[in-house]
């Protein structure tokens, strides 16, 4: 681990507006490497060593979501040097420029254009809309976020996701960091999804709230 950072070298100090972090450091049970972050969009790239694994990794962040390239996990440290240098600027310019509009699934399920998604309010509850049906985002295993309402000071946000293999729609919420999975979105069309947004999507940011508030005055007694 010590020659890691001499392996890393020759980044760029800023790819497609993220700004270059070097970290080389233990934590938990991963070798931090490095990140590309921008805190103004929300978006990071992490590089780290599992240590139980021994496996390097690339980690996405976008908002409050993270998922791994797991296509990519490797225990050769050249083939992964390789694999970085080659796609890195690819990944990060992936990830922000996706809009869905290609995607066969996305577009067969009316989610290209869905009026109803793309008239959202900006603002519900004090959450943000940070991600919606206009900027798409593809995860892992089939499924992509359609709609992501925030709250980037109380680290909690409610998303919408469809997943193209089930070919359904369904919910989670993160409170503090914390995801809970919710079904008062599971959905199999865009008709049953609308209904299920205007009878529950208030109040659901609502609760996340509250909870957050409950939480910090329990601390506070």
């Not at 420029?97 to 603002?123: A, H, M, T």
């Not at 992509?144 to 919420?173: A, H, K, Q, T």
Request: with cysteine; aromatic share 12%.
């Amino acid at each position: 681990m010590d020659n890691l950072e001499e392996d890393f070298k020759n980044l760029k100090d800023e790819i497609c507006g993220l700004k270059l972090n070097r970290i080389f450091k233990e934590t938990d049970n991963t070798y931090e490497l490095f990140s590309y972050n921008d805190e103004t969009s929300h978006q990071k790239v992490r590089i780290y060593l599992h240590s139980e694994t021994d496996e390097y990794r690339i980690e996405i962040g976008f908002g409050l979501n993270k998922f791994c390239l797991t296509e990519l996990f490797t225990d050769n440290l050249d083939t992964f040097k390789a694999v970085l240098y080659n796609n890195l600027e690819k990944i990060i310019k992936s990830v922000s420029d996706f809009s869905g509009s290609q995607n066969f699934f996305l577009r067969e399920k009316g989610l290209i254009n869905w009026q109803y998604g793309c008239n959202l309010p900006p603002v519900l509850e004090g959450f943000e809309l940070f991600i919606s049906p206009n900027n798409i985002l593809e995860i892992t295993n089939g499924s992509f976020v359609i709609i992501d309402y925030c709250d980037f000071n109380i680290n909690s946000d409610l998303v919408i996701y469809y997943n193209i293999f089930r070919d359904d729609f369904g919910g989670e919420v993160r409170i503090n960091g914390t995801p809970t999975v919710i079904y008062d979105f599971d959905a199999d069309n865009l008709n049953e999804l609308e209904g299920k947004l205007q009878l529950n999507l208030n109040k659901r940011l609502s609760d996340i709230r509250l909870s957050i508030e409950n939480s910090i005055n329990k601390h506070d007694t």
